[in-house]
T-cell receptor, first 115, second 112 residues
Framework: GENVEQHPSTLSVQEGDSAVIKCTYS??????FPWYKQELGKRPQLIID?????GEKKDQRIAVTLNKTAKHFSLHITETQPEDSAVYFC??????????????FGTGTRLLVSP | NAGVTQTPKFQVLKTGQSMTLQCAQD?????MYWYRQDPGMGLRLIYY???????DKGEVPNGYNVSRLNKREFSLRLESAAPSQTSVYFC???????????FGSGTRLTVV
């Protein structure tokens, strides 16, 4: 089955810096890659996703890139702010092929943005 | 529009006790899921229901059972709780196709 590895496990940056979180997946049939943000004590919330027919997607200060050949995808956050501090999870699934999606999650990255 | 509602939010059980975690969604989603979240291990799939009337095991099903009561509701049962089941449990739902999950607010379960 699918296996998703996520690095780093912890990332500390200064406010205004950029942050990059990387994930690799094992199943070449995976075609949907969402990212979730989980604040302390809260539920995971979808912040951005990318499908296998595109290489990059942006939404204001966040962007995701996908390299299907290398089977890795990354989350980029620019101009970080203290409110970006949270745990970020990547995930992968084969939604279109099976009619429904079963996400496999990475182990998470704790991002700390210091003022 | 409440999204995904989980009950209870907190629970303490003694080893060997049983309980059912309830989950309901009001978004007309076809698929529902139960995950557990442990420190350093991310979110691991316990059971899922691709559509009403079907359920399947996920990555860590041992010690759990599920019921897809109808399209809205998906419950998780612990028949004989063990300390290893101390965790935060999240229910989620999704529409058909490659769309993101909507998660419930979680149940923090402690087994002593």
């Amino acid at each position: 089955g699918e296996n998703v590895e996520q690095h780093p496990s912890t990332l500390s940056v200064q406010e205004g810096d950029s942050a990059v979180i990387k994930c690799t997946y094992s199943d070449s049939a995976s075609n949907y890659f969402p990212w979730y943000k989980q604040e302390l004590g809260k539920r995971p919330q979808l912040i951005i996703d990318i499908r296998s027919n595109v290489g990059e997607k942006k939404d204001q200060r966040i962007a995701v890139t996908l390299n299907k050949t290398a089977k890795h995808f990354s989350l980029h956050i620019t101009e970080t702010q203290p409110e970006d501090s949270a745990v970020y999870f990547c995930a992968a699934s084969k939604g279109r092929n099976t009619g429904f999606q079963k996400l496999v999650f990475g182990t998470g990255t704790r991002l700390l943005v210091s003022p | 529009n409440a999204g995904v509602t989980q009950t209870p939010k907190f629970q303490v059980l003694k080893t060997g006790q049983s309980m059912t975690l309830q989950c309901a969604q009001d978004m007309n989603h076809n698929s529902m899921y139960w995950y557990r979240q442990d420190p350093g291990m991310g979110l691991r799939l316990i059971y899922y229901s691709a559509s009403e009337g079907t359920t399947d095991k996920g990555e860590v099903p041992n010690g759990y059972n599920v019921s897809r009561l109808n399209k809205r509701e998906f419950s998780l049962r612990l028949e004989s709780a063990a300390p290893s089941q101390t965790s935060v449990y999240f229910c989620a739902s999704s529409p058909t196709g490659d769309y993101g999950y909507t998660f419930g607010s979680g149940t923090r379960l402690t087994v002593v």
